[in-house]
């Protein structure tokens, strides 16, 4: 069954789009605060896409996702008391009890380890914002973080080249599902063993 590899394909000629940067800015901070697609599956194609604009790619997902993890702070400062029955009742309620006791441990490390890991980010920042952690802390862990993150998968597919892109292509199905496979570990994780 061929899931992925229909997405991908379509992704590619989104990330081709005049307005794809428009786009990916959109995106990254949507996803830092409330939307569930992680910001690579645009970033990675518009950088396959156009390589030597990867660095102002990632530049720019780093900026909206920073400014987006800023909204989620301001919704959990704000508004947690608004979402909390909604949060409760979704998927992300382990998460953000993890996010809690990783505050209490780590402090803005935790937004840190957020911004860079596949761990739902939006979820640390309104947690941040619950706990007020920090606003210039969490600030640079967020910048630092998310700035990592985007400008590795940058550079990565501009130290491949062609050929990373190829064998992205050539594995897209099987990348996907153990995308699929890891995210299930984590929620797996977080929902019954942490």
């Not at 064998?167 to 929902?191: C, D, F, N, R, T």
Request: proline share 5%; net charge positive.
């Amino acid at each position: 069954m061929t899931l992925f590899r229909p997405l991908y394909d379509r992704v590619l000629i989104w990330s081709r789009h005049r307005h794809a940067q428009s786009y990916l800015a959109a995106m990254s901070f949507a996803e830092s605060s409330f939307f569930p697609i992680p910001v690579d599956v645009m970033l990675a194609p518009m950088c396959f896409a156009e390589r030597r604009h990867a660095w102002r790619f990632a530049a720019v997902a780093t900026i909206f996702s920073v400014l987006g993890g800023l909204a989620g702070y301001a919704i959990g400062y704000l508004m947690f008391g608004a979402i909390e029955p909604w949060l409760r009742e979704s998927s992300y309620w382990p998460a953000y009890l993890t996010s809690r006791e990783w505050f209490d441990a780590y402090g803005f490390w935790a937004v840190f380890i957020a911004g860079f890991s596949p761990i739902p980010y939006k979820v640390f920042t309104i947690a941040a914002g619950v706990v007020m952690l920090n606003p210039v802390g969490f600030t640079l862990a967020s910048l630092v973080g998310r700035g990592a993150r985007f400008f590795l998968v940058a550079g990565l597919i501009v130290l491949g080249g062609e050929k990373f892109e190829s064998q992205v292509s050539k594995y897209i199905e099987w990348l996907g599902w153990l995308a699929v496979l890891l995210v299930a570990l984590i929620i797996y994780y977080l929902m019954y063993w942490h």
